[in-house]
T-cell receptor
């Protein structure tokens, strides 16, 4: 079956612009997660959805970051007023049970 | 303050030999541990996991060992194959759902 997909695969933007990153989870997975991976680091947790609601958003670095999952499937991560420090690979994962999370290929965001 | 540490950034092993990747953690509330494998330009792929109530889990060539008293786990790959060359991440979970990752170890299996 289809895995987790993320679009776009690459996004280049200018400092101060707004970006949206999309995640399509595995069909039937109720849990969805966003992580961010900077160069030389492991993925860092941003936010977790159970169904439509954000169950844990403690990893969002500041209020420029926001994520939605309006119908309990596709999710969009939104970043306002992007900064150069936001440059990273943004990873989405989904799961059916608590433990094993299945990751998408990521979106590489570059802020110039 | 890193709660999950992989102190070896890289490891080189001869094909057919054993690869041992190590991971240490500081948070005693972690109750589930996972290993992920990552190729360039791809997302992490789940490899194997272990619950804190066990000390060993085996799946084919991959075995994970957990030493709770030492807060240490290791991934053994035997025999190592060139296709195993990738970055390996150790990850841990508490009762919440988020994964806490180490920085990864790049494994190179030399033919």
């Amino acid at each position: 079956g289809a895995g987790v997909s993320q679009t776009p695969s690459n996004k280049v933007t200018e400092k101060g612009k707004y970006v949206e990153l999309r995640c399509d989870p595995i069909s039937g997975h109720t849990a969805l997660y966003w992580y961010r991976q900077s160069l030389g680091q492991g993925p860092e947790f941003l936010i977790y959805f159970q169904g439509t609601g954000a169950a844990d958003d403690s990893g969002l670095p500041n209020d420029r970051f926001f994520a939605v999952r309006p119908e309990g499937s596709v999710s969009t991560l939104k970043i306002q007023r992007t900064e150069r420090g936001d440059s990273a690979v943004y990873l989405c994962a989904s799961s059916h049970v608590r433990n094993e999370q299945f990751f998408g290929p990521g979106t590489r965001l570059t802020v110039l | 303050d890193q709660q999950v540490k992989q102190n070896s950034p890289s490891l080189s092993v001869q094909e057919g030999r054993i690869s041992i990747l190590n991971c240490d953690y500081t948070n005693s509330m972690f109750d589930y541990f996972l290993w992920y494998k990552k190729y360039p330009a791809e997302g992490p792929t789940f490899l194997i996991s272990i619950s804190s109530i066990k000390d060993k889990n085996e799946d084919g060539r991959f075995t994970v060992f957990l030493n709770k008293s030492a807060k240490h786990l290791s991934l053994h790959i035997v025999p190592s194959q060139p296709g195993d060359s990738a970055v390996y991440f150790c990850a841990a979970q508490t009762g919440s759902y988020q994964l806490t990752f180490g920085k990864g170890t790049k494994l190179s299996v030399i033919p």
